[in-house]
């Protein structure tokens, strides 16, 4: 096997790892953030209540 080769390979493992990891913390991140709703505080991390506009988005998607 090429080094080129053995070099790609090693990269879509580290890719394929990330995107594990990414998984999981999307789901933290989810459980957090339906915690923060059912206490109600979720305006305070969330929002901006002046401006009445959504101040903090999460990007959940690959």
């Given at each position: 096997?090429?080094?080129?080769a ?21 789901e933290?991140v ?17 929002g901006n ?14």
């Amino acid at each position: 096997m090429s080094k080129e080769a053995e070099e790609i390979k090693k990269l879509q493992q580290t890719i394929d790892e990330l995107q594990t990891e990414l998984k999981f913390l999307q789901e933290t991140v989810g459980v957090l953030v339906g915690a923060m709703m059912e206490e109600g505080d979720s305006e305070d991390f969330f929002g901006n209540s002046e401006a009445g506009n959504p101040s903090f988005r999460l990007n959940m998607g690959m």
